[in-house]
């Protein structure tokens, strides 16, 4: 098992800045893919951006590519989303997710563990 507590949301200004953290507990987090998927009110959840456990590599949903950045510190088991230039559009409930194996990284059904969500709304 892998617990996952997102922290760091809030209310944000559109072009300011908001730093997501998700912290993981539980098995060995360093050997799990990281993923940060989204939901507004009234829409599906969708994928915003993932990074493998290696960190070596990212992928990005194409609205945030430039102004979001996925990052993760295996030591401290706790992965990021660095969130830029953010736009009334970001406002949504944002999850961070984990697996082991994911076959694909932006299909959230590929991952087994999800965290709580936390609120970020961006005013204009």
């Known amino acids: 098992q892998v617990q996952l507590v997102e922290s760091g949301g809030g209310l944000g200004q559109a072009g300011g800045s908001l730093r997501l953290s998700c912290a993981a507990s539980?098995?060995?987090?360093?050997?799990?893919?990281m993923g940060w998927f989204r939901q507004a009110p009234g829409k599906q959840r969708e994928f915003v951006a993932a990074?493998?456990?290696?960190?070596?590599?990212?992928y990005y949903t194409e609205s945030v590519k430039g102004r979001f950045t996925i990052s993760r510190d295996n030591a401290k088991n706790t992965g990021y989303l660095q969130m830029n230039s953010l736009k009334p559009e970001d406002t949504a409930v944002y999850y961070c997710?984990?697996?082991?194996?994911?076959?694909?990284?932006?299909?959230?059904?590929?991952?087994?563990?999800w965290g709580q969500g936390t609120q970020v709304t961006v005013s204009s």
């Open positions: 539980g098995r060995t987090f360093s050997t799990y893919a």
């Open positions: 990074i493998d456990w290696t960190g070596s590599n990212t």
């Open positions: 997710a984990a697996d082991q194996s994911p076959l694909s990284m932006r299909y959230s059904g590929e991952y087994d563990y």
